[in-house]
């Protein structure tokens, strides 16, 4: 599967493979190490997770125990969304790391721009301090690339305002019929990489029937078209399953939308699943 070994340059220069495994709803210990293990066996080398989702330790376990070479396998962790202090940061990250037990992560993001009980609430001064922490982790070579998610265009430019050093990377929920353009458009102009995750709408978006009447003109399921339609939005999509056949089905996407198609699933505006 050709698209597993293929990647994308972030701004700084970091290689990326265009293609991730979410770890989101995983639970830690057995389920975790077992799914991470099976991804890796079937060729993600790009592993999302987040200190929220609990299961860091079980990751990173499975990625020691693959034999896979460290450096072969792109890892993204994030500090968790109520962190916003310069201290608590640099805390959070210790942390991390010693769950992970590994020198350094690949890609690092603040989880969301507002604690989760608090969504959209006023947090542009905590962002800043907690984006001071991760600049200088980077600068320590601890995280290779940094970046944020689920943020939008007041919230990159709030941080643009408070910082010269540009998030590499937006990693938002994306998928047919919630494309977020607005953040798209200013993370593309800017030089972020767009991660996209829940592509498959956390599975809701499986049963549609029109996305479904255009996978069966490709002769591909609805996952697959979802993920491929992604891709060629230009975001990195980190499609989530517990299951080894679907994650190879996940990566089975060597083929092309054509551009009526992509302008079709574009004009798709799902807003039970916003
Ligand atoms: P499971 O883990 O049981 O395979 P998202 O990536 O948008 O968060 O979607 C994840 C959901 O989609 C999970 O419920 C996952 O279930 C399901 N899923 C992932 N890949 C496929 C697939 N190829 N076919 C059917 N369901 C899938």
């Known amino acids: 599967m050709p698209i597993l070994t293929e990647h994308r340059s972030l701004a700084n220069g970091v290689e990326i493979p265009v293609l991730g495994f979410g770890t989101w709803q ?3 210990g057995d389920d975790a190490y077992d799914a991470v293990s099976a991804a890796l066996e079937v060729g ?3 592993i999302d997770t987040a200190r929220a989702y ?5 990751v ?13 396998i792109f890892l993204t962790t994030k500090l968790p969304a ?5 201290d ?5 990250f210790e942390t991390t790391m010693d769950a992970l037990g590994m020198d350094h992560v690949d890609l690092y993001l603040i989880h969301a721009p507002w604690p989760w009980n608090e969504q959209g609430a006023d947090y542009r001064s905590g962002n800043a301090e907690a984006w001071r922490a991760m600049t200088e982790i980077q600068q320590s070579g601890r995280a290779r690339a940094i970046g944020v998610s689920n943020f939008e265009v007041a919230d990159l430019e709030a941080l643009a305002s408070s910082s010269d050093v540009i998030p590499q990377v937006n990693q938002i929920r994306f998928f047919v019929g919630n494309t977020q353009d607005a953040v798209t458009r200013y993370c593309r102009e800017n030089g972020i990489l767009v991660e996209a995750y829940s592509p498959l709408a956390t599975g809701s978006i499986l049963d549609d029937e029109d996305v479904q009447a255009i996978a069966g003109q490709y002769d591909r399921t609805v996952a697959q078209l979802c993920i491929r339609y992604a891709l060629q939005k230009d975001t990195v999509p980190l499609p989530k399953t517990t299951n080894a056949d679907r ?8 083929f092309e939308i054509s551009g009526d198609d992509m302008a079709t699933l574009d004009a798709i ?4 699943r916003d």
């Open 88 to 92: 608590g940061a640099l805390k959070s």
């Open 60 to 72: 990173a376990r499975a990625i020691a125990d693959s034999g896979i070479a460290r450096d072969d």
């Open 44 to 46: 993600y080398r790009h």
């Open 54 to 58: 609990g299961n860091e330790a079980s």
């Open 26 to 28: 995983i639970p830690d």
């Open 247 to 254: 994650m190879r089905e996940n990566a089975d996407i060597d």
């Open 82 to 86: 109520e962190v916003k202090s310069y």
């Open 269 to 272: 505006r799902d807003d039970k």
